[in-house]
């Protein structure tokens, strides 16, 4: 079976509809890539911000109604976000672990963090296979469980789009885990 490389993320769209208005319905894409999820989002309704230190990859998603793109890298220099607030922030197939604490500044309260990427296994099905760009098992809940309300977590090897081991989080920002609503409608 062919599996679109280009689709939003299963995880991503599960979990999208837990994003509120809050922040304006600002939702930022981190590490975005030509804009899969940034495309999906916008066209649920939410205000993104597509970050990438690629410019062509950016350049594709140029038009796109409800997308703002940003070209920095990420890993070198300042946070280009410095006092932005997100009602939803998506990050997947991206690992920088100095980042975590600026995405959590990011979010607002009741923010969303939908995390998807590689994990350690993953070698065994291809790139990447740098211990340093795979989480350790656990290791999304080590780093956001603590300080967040998590709604969602998975772990293991994927078959779809394609082979991989990998980690997820969904995780809501102050608020009780009875305060968040997890049967609201489903986002195509």
């Known amino acids: 079976m062919d599996h679109d490389l280009d689709a939003p993320s299963l ?5 999208a509809a837990l ?18 999820h940034a495309r999906h989002l916008a066209a649920l309704g939410y205000a993104v911000t597509a970050v990438d230190r690629d410019a062509g990859a950016l350049a594709s998603l140029e038009g796109v109604r409800g997308v703002h793109t940003l070209c920095a890298d990420l890993e070198a220099g300042s946070w280009p976000l410095a006092q932005r607030r997100f009602a939803g922030i998506v ?7 100095p980042l975590f604490p600026r995405l959590l500044e990011a979010l607002d309260t009741g923010g ?51 082979q991989a081991v990998v980690q997820r989080l969904c995780a809501v920002s ?13 986002s195509g």
Do not use: M
Not at 127 to 149: H, I, K, Q
């Open 11 to 15: 995880w991503v769209r599960r979990w």
């Open 91 to 97: 990050v997947t197939h991206y690992l920088h672990r």
């Open 174 to 186: 102050a608020l009780a885990a009875g305060d968040v609503v997890l049967d609201a409608p489903a």
């Open 19 to 36: 994003i509120s208005g809050a922040a304006g319905g600002a939702v930022l894409d981190l590490a975005c890539g030509r804009g899969r």
């Open 112 to 162: 969303v963090l939908i995390y998807e990427t590689f994990a350690r296994g993953n070698e065994d099905y291809g790139r990447p296979s740098n211990p340093d760009y795979l989480l350790r098992p656990g290791e999304l809940l080590e780093a956001f469980g603590s300080l967040l309300t998590v709604v969602g977590f998975e772990q293991g090897r994927v078959n779809v789009p394609k």
